[in-house]
């Protein structure tokens, strides 16, 4: 009889939701991270992530996201820290663009609250937008701000409190499977258990090289600004968050939170690597391409001086959406990866997928869109 229920590998965005949700539930839970907790070596650091509800890349996305803002205010309660600040959000671009056109298909589909504006009445409501004639938005009430680091220690500290062992600086060095166990082993020790979900973020190509993931992992780069002017449409009550599809191209961005300045970046194809061996250093090329693609021309107000930077990573699949599914092997494996540079949102709702996974062998999600043989289906 193992020691353990489930083991987790990867205690970041996904992993902490995992391993609270299955401790909840009262099962034996131990999860391994290579780093401590809310670090910023994988894909869920950088203070701020955008939630928003008419989800432009699927309507499948929409209950998704309705569950997980339910589970981010219980988290919210039990934690008793701030996780998640309601700001509204807009979408800007042409009209036909895939971001305005997807958007109003989610928004119609499930029924939403958006409000539809025309350049001009965008450039009135928030002055710190500059959009060309012709640029539309979707504004909806309930996008906002998620603290990520904050909303990873909510998950690891209420799931420890659980029950759940939690073991940091300790990587996985290799897992197996067999019909009723798996195991893991690690620097430390060799652990047992009935089930093992892998949440490795970037690392998943590494963790699961047997399976042959269709997955590329890409740098990113994000900055803070300072705005030149209009200090206070950038605050929060006035400011919402903000993603634009202008020239082929995505760019998004969050109200000026506290001292830190404007975060902005572009949600682009980056450039491919390693979760090993990922540069870290930004070149200044890089924040001028953003600042003359983008902030110069529909965000002057914010095109101050550079106050931070970072780089973070995408596991980016082809179609652009997760993979949630068992390992083709073994039914006592979960796998949660892929999550093509939009996943973090959905972290607390997907650690309840992955506990009913790992624990019932099903779950009354709809998580069709996430199954990993669409790609044998091609
Ligand atoms: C710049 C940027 C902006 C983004 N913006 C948004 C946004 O606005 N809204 C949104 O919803 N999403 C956004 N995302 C996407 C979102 O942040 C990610 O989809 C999500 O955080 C991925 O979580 P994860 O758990 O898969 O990866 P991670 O959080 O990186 O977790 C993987 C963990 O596994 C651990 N690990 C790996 N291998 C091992 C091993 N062998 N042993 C032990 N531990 C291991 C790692 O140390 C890490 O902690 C953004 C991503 C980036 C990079």
Redesign the pocket.
Known sequence: MPLYDVIV?????????AAYHLARRGRRVVG????PAA?D??????R?????EAYWEHPSYVPLVWRAYDLWEDLERASGKLLLLTTTGILIGAPDTPLVQGALESARVHHLAYEFLEAAAIRRKFPVFAPADGMVGVLEPRAGV?F?EEC?LAHLEQAARAGAELHYE????AWSAAPHAVEVQ?PRGHYEAGALVI??????P??LEEVGLPLAVER???GWFRPVDLQAAFDPGSCP?YVWHVDGRFF?GFPRLGDEGVKI?E?KTGHPTT?DTVRREIMPEEIAELRRDFIGRYMPAASGPLLAS??????MTPDGH?IIDFHPQHQNVVL????????????PV?GEILADLALLGRTEHDISLFALDRFARG
Do not use: N
Not at 41 to 46: A, F, T, V
């Open positions: 590998l990867g205690l970041g965005g996904m992993g902490s939701a391994f991270d290579r780093f670090h070596q994988g894909s869920s650091h950088g701020s992530r955008i939630i928003r998620l990520p990873i300790e990587p996985v060095l690690t949440t490795a973020g970037p690392w998943a590494q963790v990113q780069v994000v968050v998004y970046a949600h979760a970072t780089t973070c990573m995408y596991t997760f949660a990866c892929g999550f093509s540079g939009h996943g973090f949102k959905f972290a997907v």
